[in-house]
């Protein structure tokens, strides 16, 4: 699984959807199955402007069809149902690092 640095050099929310976009167009170039996208969850520790636009837009992508599922890294984890159903899918992302870390800082897109 690819990850896709959205946050660095700390761009606007358009701008990192830009690069969201650009980052499934080639993860689907190379048919890879799924991205683990990395937006940071914000200095206040409650969610910052970048995670809560990114995590916007992946709810619109799910709906419109564009992407098949979405996990946010809280998550991520052998606990949850839906991180379980992806596992049983596409069992060679057990061995993402992030997998059991509750890690808010990132989301995993399933293409």
Do not use: C
Request: proline share 2%; aromatic share 6%.
């Amino acid at each position: 699984m690819n990850s896709v640095n959205l946050k660095e050099g700390m761009p606007t929310v358009e701008e990192a959807r830009k690069r969201l976009s650009a980052a499934f167009a080639q993860a689907r170039q190379k048919k890879q199955v799924a991205v683990k996208l990395i937006h940071g969850y914000g200095s206040s520790g409650v969610g910052g402007a970048l995670q809560i636009g990114i995590r916007k837009s992946l709810r619109k992508r799910r709906k419109k069809g564009e992407i098949s599922q979405y996990i946010f890294g809280e998550n991520w984890s052998i606990f949850d149902e839906q991180t379980r159903d992806i596992l049983e899918t596409h069992p060679s992302l057990r061995k993402d690092s992030d997998l059991d870390r509750g890690n808010e800082g990132i989301s995993i897109v399933v293409l």
